[in-house]
């Protein structure tokens, strides 16, 4: 069926297998566009929820319910494309990458899989052998029921779906939220400063990403947004022992101030003039 089966009935060696054959299937992505000279932002984000997400995805009706820690040569594999295509460093918080993006973490899209298939079955006549199967696994509980029903019952999903008011775009919309709102709680300082000034929509892709032919200006301008800049302000967070923010003073003027974004933007003598 494609999904290795433990008797031990852990998806560990199932999710590990997938996430093999999904860095293949992004490895090999890349390659083709890269010999097309596919380098659209856009196009590329729609090629990997073509071509690599329906790999890493298979079967996530039975495993996405499993225990966060196992899924991270899966988040991995998105994490790399992600980084990848806004040609930003691994300690830029994946969050704002994804915001940046439009896009959501892979899990958001399992569990958004998940969600469409328990509410098929539930809407199924009583007569099918998979609504029988269903059924019998609610009424029996099995291992798989527990989680999916204390996962639906803990997201407010089960008394919707029990009334049959249940709505996949509401849902999606409700779990897209909840995971922004998670990016926004927390302290990290490159996600509280691209909160906090920088203009975007987490729901959809940065208007510049679509509109602007990826350059090498343009991946300046990502890097400064995100915090992946190589201003003193970030470059010196990785001295041992870190220096205080206040000592990362800039090289370029005799001001003493802090070598930061608005320091370049709006301070430095030699651009003012641009
Ligand atoms: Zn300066």
Not at 31 to 36: D, G, H, Q, T
Not at 143 to 151: A, G, H, I, N, T
Not at 221 to 235: C, P, W
Request: glycine residues 4%.
């Amino acid at each position: 069926m494609g999904i290795v089966l433990h008797k031990s009935g852990c998806f560990k060696a199932a999710i590990e297998k997938l996430a093999a054959a999904g860095k293949r299937a992004l490895f090999a992505m890349q390659y083709r566009c890269s010999e097309l000279g596919l380098d659209d932002t856009h196009l590329r984000c729609s090629l990997f929820s073509s071509l690599v997400q329906p790999v890493l995805s298979y079967g996530c009706e039975v495993w996405c319910l499993e225990r966060p820690s196992l899924f991270s040569q899966m988040n991995t594999v998105h994490n790399h494309f992600v980084n990848c295509t806004l040609h930003v460093r691994k300690s830029v918080p994946d969050g704002i990458v994804l915001c940046e993006l439009g896009r959501v973490p892979s899990q958001l899209h399992w569990q958004k899989t998940v969600l469409k298939y328990v509410s098929r079955l539930s809407e199924l006549p009583s007569d099918r052998l998979v609504k029988k199967a269903f059924t019998h696994a609610s009424s029996v509980n099995t291992l798989w029921w527990q989680k999916q029903s204390l996962w639906l019952s803990q997201h407010g999903f089960e008394g919707v779906l029990a009334e049959g008011t249940f709505s996949l775009a509401n849902a999606e919309q409700h779990l897209r939220d909840k995971c922004y709102h998670g990016i926004c709680q927390s302290s990290a300082t490159k996600v509280s400063f691209f909160m906090n000034n920088m203009s975007f929509d987490s729901n959809v892709m940065a208007s510049y990403l679509r509109d602007i032919r990826p350059s090498a200006s343009m991946f300046s301008l990502i890097k400064f947004r995100l915090g992946g800049h190589s201003l003193r302000v970030e470059t010196d967070r990785w001295l041992r022992p870190k220096p205080p923010r206040e000592q990362r003073v800039c090289r370029h003027c005799s001001m003493q101030a802090v070598e930061d974004e608005q320091h370049f933007l709006f301070d430095l003598p030699f651009l003012q003039h641009h």
